[in-house]
């Protein structure tokens, strides 16, 4: 059974740090792309960074303050946000899809197939 578990989320305040974990379980994250996605009230949900296994995609709001890296050994994918701000509250997805596709395609194409985490809370607020 696929299974990706999300941790790290919390509220910080604003120039704050972060790191979001993904546990996965049922398959190993070598064998696919992966990355972080995330949703805010009333808005669509938005890949924030994706990583294959050569290259990563950010988002042009985050670029400069994520990072995305994964760890084999322990079958987990991180996002290191730092210098967050108040419009980086949302709820943040850990997401599993085909490794043929590339990081970018899977951050920013919607109907690629992917499994999902359930999510967990970022709230930056002072």
């Known amino acids: 059974q696929v299974q990706l578990v999300e941790s790290g989320g919390g509220l910080v305040q604003p120039g704050g740090s972060l790191r979001l974990s993904c546990a996965a379980s049922?398959?190993?994250?070598?064998?696919?792309?992966v990355g972080w996605f995330r949703q805010a009230p009333g808005q669509e949900r938005e890949g924030v960074s994706c990583?294959?296994?050569?290259?990563?995609y950010y988002a042009d709001s985050v670029k400069g303050r994520f990072t995305v890296s994964r760890d084999g050994a322990k079958n987990t994918v991180y996002l290191q946000m730092n210098s967050l701000k108040p419009e980086d509250t949302a709820v943040y997805y850990c997401?599993?899809?085909?490794?043929?596709?590339?990081?970018?395609?899977?951050?920013?194409?919607?109907?690629?197939?992917?499994?999902w985490g359930q999510g967990t809370q970022v709230t930056v607020s002072s």
């Open positions: 997401a599993a899809g085909p490794l043929a596709a590339t990081a970018r395609t899977m951050c920013l194409i919607t109907n690629i197939k992917k499994y």
């Open positions: 049922g398959f190993t994250f070598d064998s696919y792309t």
């Open positions: 990583i294959s296994d050569d290259s990563a």
